[in-house]
């Protein structure tokens, strides 16, 4: 069957489809697109229809729905489950959008809205694979299954308890997931691994109110000071975290994966100038790829407190606060981390201040052997399609499902992504190359054919 010119020929009818779905603001974090977030998945479910899954579920939730679709009629073959997400990232600020983000343009080979890339673009592309297959072909190679959700944006508050009510009906051998990018135009990657997260906040408090610096200053505690002075005993000066224990379960780092970093032959220096600094920083002995991919790190996010107006205000103020976010890599524990980093600040905390910690968001690391025969495939795949193989990659990145697919299913997961990195995902002028568009179609025909043996 000739995949590339079914789809060639296809390929403007298929455009328009995707520029419809991409019309629909189905931002989930806004309450007001309530309804948009139950027409996405409601075109969702009607495009399953159209390409032949027998059963179309859209399932409630407290939040916003989850679609459920399947065609099993591959005895002794695979079951892949394909996940992916209707719902977008707000598109503030508008006025630096060139053209309206739910009015899908075409412009330089790129279709530019919001949800391009992000996730629609791709997750049309596993609707219309399975379409073609089953046209071409009259069947599938293998039993394929749908799960859909409308809240990746916010975390996925819905999708873990679906999993779990139900284990049985998302049974399967693999888990796809096109939900992230090539290493660069023509360079495909396969993500093995994603960092995982905990946040938390801090707050200081000194006296019982503001007080005058001259009258006070030199005599009373301040608590901006007292801040600095905590927040700087949280890394020594080699880049490391001094956190007693923070590194239990930070595997280190074996010479075949420091090898598969090592051939994205990533450029420092340019990396530097694009970015206008001085020099990069990290934890000493890593490269940026190592420091960024597959080692944990605790970052600042927020620092206020006293006096942000206009002019001088001699003020010494009586409380000051923080925003803090770690990415965990290996077996890193959320939550005995978020301990351990509270126990630090608490020893730490300077004389005459008074420590509040808050705990915020847990999520564990994802990581996957580059050498199981499921990514293997996925690389060839890959190869067939554009003439180079995969890379194995482990993304800075943090998508707390992918590790829940993974221990709940008791399945692998393929991150088959056909982004690119600078398509500004969550930013203005999202938008989604058309050449992975058309590749894309195919390396997913591709695997699914591969995978039927």
């Given at each position: 069957?000739?995949?590339?010119?079914?789809?060639?020929?296809?390929?403007?009818?298929?455009?328009?489809?995707?520029?419809?779905?991409?019309?629909?603001?189905?931002?989930?974090?806004?309450?007001?697109?309530?309804?948009?977030?139950?027409?996405?998945?409601?075109?969702?479910?009607?495009?399953?229809?159209?390409?032949?899954?027998?059963?179309?579920?859209?399932?409630?939730?407290?939040?916003?729905?989850?679609?459920?679709?399947?065609?099993?009629?591959?005895?002794?073959?695979?079951?892949?489950?394909?996940?992916?997400?209707?719902?977008?990232?707000?598109?503030?600020?508008?006025?630096?959008?060139?053209?309206?983000?739910?009015?899908?343009?075409?412009?330089?080979?790129?279709?530019?809205?919001?949800?391009?890339?992000?996730?629609?673009?791709?997750?049309?592309?596993?609707?219309?694979?399975?379409?073609?297959?089953?046209?071409?072909?009259?069947?599938?190679?293998?039993?394929?299954?749908?799960?859909?959700?409308?809240?990746?944006?916010?975390?996925?508050?819905?999708?873990?308890?679906?999993?779990?009510?139900?284990?049985?009906?998302?049974?399967?051998?693999?888990?796809?997931?096109?939900?992230?990018?090539?290493?660069?135009?023509?360079?495909?990657?396969?993500?093995?691994?994603?960092?995982?997260?905990?946040?938390?906040?801090?707050?200081?408090?000194?006296?019982?109110?503001?007080?005058?610096?001259?009258?006070?200053?030199?005599?009373?505690?301040?608590?901006?000071?007292?801040?600095?002075?905590?927040?700087?005993?949280?890394?020594?000066?080699?880049?490391?975290?001094?956190?007693?224990?923070?590194?239990?379960?930070?595997?280190?780092?074996?010479?075949?994966?420091?090898?598969?970093?090592?051939?994205?032959?990533?450029?420092?220096?340019?990396?530097?100038?694009?970015?206008?600094?001085?020099a990069l920083y990290g934890e000493e002995g890593y490269s940026f790829v190592e420091r960024t991919g597959a080692r944990p790190t605790l970052e600042l996010n927020g620092v206020y407190g006293g006096f942000q107006g206009e002019g001088t205000k001699t003020v010494i103020p009586k409380e000051a606060h923080a925003k803090i976010t770690c990415r965990l890599v290996g077996n890193q524990d959320p939550v005995a981390t978020l301990e351990r980093i509270s126990a630090h600040l608490h020893t730490h905390v300077p004389t005459g201040a008074k420590l509040?910690?808050?705990?915020?968001?847990?999520?564990?690391?994802?990581?996957?052997?580059?050498?199981?025969?499921?990514?293997?495939?996925?690389?060839?795949?890959?190869?067939?399609?554009?003439?180079?193989?995969?890379?194995?990659?482990?993304?800075?990145?943090?998508?707390?499902?992918?590790?829940?697919?993974?221990?709940?299913?008791?399945?692998?997961?393929?991150?088959?992504?056909?982004?690119?990195?600078?398509?500004?995902?969550?930013?203005?002028?999202?938008?989604?190359?058309?050449?992975?568009?058309?590749?894309?179609?195919?390396?997913?025909?591709?695997?699914?054919?591969?995978?039927?043996?």
């Amino acid at each position: 069957m000739n995949y590339e010119s079914y789809f060639q020929q296809l390929r403007e009818q298929h455009l328009e489809q995707l520029k419809q779905f991409l019309t629909i603001p189905s931002i989930s974090a806004l309450s007001e697109h309530k309804q948009d977030m139950n027409e996405a998945a409601q075109w969702v479910a009607q495009k399953l229809k159209e390409a032949g899954m027998d059963i179309v579920e859209v399932h409630p939730t407290s939040g916003h729905p989850i679609v459920y679709a399947e065609h099993l009629h591959a005895p002794g073959k695979p079951t892949v489950l394909i996940y992916g997400h209707y719902d977008v990232q707000p598109v503030d600020p508008l006025h630096l959008w060139e053209t309206p983000p739910f009015e899908p343009t075409v412009r330089g080979g790129k279709l530019y809205a919001r949800g391009a890339t992000d996730d629609k673009g791709q997750l049309f592309l596993h609707i219309k694979a399975i379409e073609a297959l089953l046209r071409q072909e009259g069947e599938l190679p293998v039993n394929v299954k749908f799960c859909i959700e409308g809240e990746e944006e916010i975390s996925s508050p819905s999708l873990p308890a679906f999993m779990k009510t139900n284990e049985e009906k998302l049974a399967t051998d693999v888990v796809v997931i096109s939900d992230t990018s090539l290493l660069e135009k023509g360079k495909p990657a396969i993500s093995t691994g994603l960092r995982g997260l905990c946040s938390l906040e801090v707050a200081i408090q000194t006296a019982n109110t503001d007080l005058h610096s001259g009258t006070y200053g030199g005599g009373v505690p301040n608590a901006l000071h007292a801040l600095v002075e905590l927040l700087a005993s949280l890394h020594d000066d080699k880049g490391r975290i001094t956190v007693e224990g923070f590194y239990e379960g930070v595997p280190e780092l074996s010479a075949a994966m420091r090898e598969e970093f090592a051939k994205q032959q990533f450029n420092e220096e340019k990396l530097q100038d694009h970015l206008g600094l001085d020099a990069l920083y990290g934890e000493e002995g890593y490269s940026f790829v190592e420091r960024t991919g597959a080692r944990p790190t605790l970052e600042l996010n927020g620092v206020y407190g006293g006096f942000q107006g206009e002019g001088t205000k001699t003020v010494i103020p009586k409380e000051a606060h923080a925003k803090i976010t770690c990415r965990l890599v290996g077996n890193q524990d959320p939550v005995a981390t978020l301990e351990r980093i509270s126990a630090h600040l608490h020893t730490h905390v300077p004389t005459g201040a008074k420590l509040t910690v808050t705990p915020g968001e847990k999520a564990r690391a994802f990581n996957m052997d580059p050498n199981h025969p499921m990514l293997q495939i996925a690389a060839d795949a890959y190869e067939e399609v554009y003439g180079t193989r995969a890379i194995f990659t482990k993304d800075g990145g943090s998508i707390p499902i992918v590790e829940t697919f993974s221990r709940v299913l008791s399945a692998p997961v393929v991150m088959m992504g056909f982004g690119l990195p600078d398509e500004n995902l969550h930013a203005p002028n999202e938008h989604f190359n058309l050449e992975n568009f058309d590749k894309g179609l195919l390396t997913i025909v591709a695997f699914l054919k591969r995978l039927k043996g």
